[in-house]
């Protein structure tokens, strides 16, 4: 109990936990095969609907970025076996106080040897369907990290400095790291009160071990100097106080993940599945 108090502090204070063991050996290994499998085409436990299942999920980024799968959980029994476990969304719920938590989204990424950094920046603002930025990221490594192979890193206490204006996505940022069109702490910059230093803190675990962080946390990634895959898994948690905005989900490139819901509800449904909740299960909102 104490550990996690201690935890629950350290994350209102900088915005971020790091957890030397998230997941262990065993399940990193699967979910490595699992992001193998998908990155081949493969699907194991497709959970899209129907009439698109026979289509490829489609691959962002390239060798020079990093490859990455959104929504691995829904093409991939092993991955949402993962994502789901009620043991992270209890600690996704604690840290961010609040009652119940749902999976918004998952990555799985794969950054290739000499693939480019990515600039700093809050991931809440890919996720602005939300009403609340009440939001935590999980990301857990596959790998061992370093700060050679382009581990995350983080800007402590960054999360209380306000929320980044532009709307943008997760491309976008790539593609412009890799052109040289901007400037890697461009938010931090524009974000930094007068009297705060931009500091990083990297992200060096061992395989299985990450990093729990608040949505306005600011972070970015470093350049893969190895000759090493660098992957990892992200989870997305949503706060039971999170509520859809329905405009803000039409240029998202998944919404069919947002099927049923009305204005104002809470982020769960089927492909929003709710993992964690404090309440009896006769209140909890159908999935």
Known sequence: MQRDDERAEQFKRDGFVIIDRIIDAETVAIARRSLDRILAGQYQGDRRPPAIQSSPHPIFGDSRTTHWVVNGRLLDADIWSLVTRAELGRAAARLLETSAVSVIEDQLLDKPPGGAPLATHQDYRYWQFSTSPRMLTCWIALDDMSPEIGTVQMVPGSHRWGQQVVERNIAEDFRESVDGATNYLRVAEALRPPDAEIQFTPVIVPAGGGVLFHSLTIHSSGRNSTDRRRRALSIHYASAECRI???????????????????????????????????????????
């Open 245 to 287: 905005i329905l405009v803000k989900t039409y240029d998202q490139a998944f919404p069919y993940c947002f099927a049923r819901l009305k204005e104002g509800d809470r982020l769960v449904n089927k492909y929003l599945p709710e993992v964690y909740s404090a309440d009896p299960p006769s209140t909890r909102v159908d999935s």
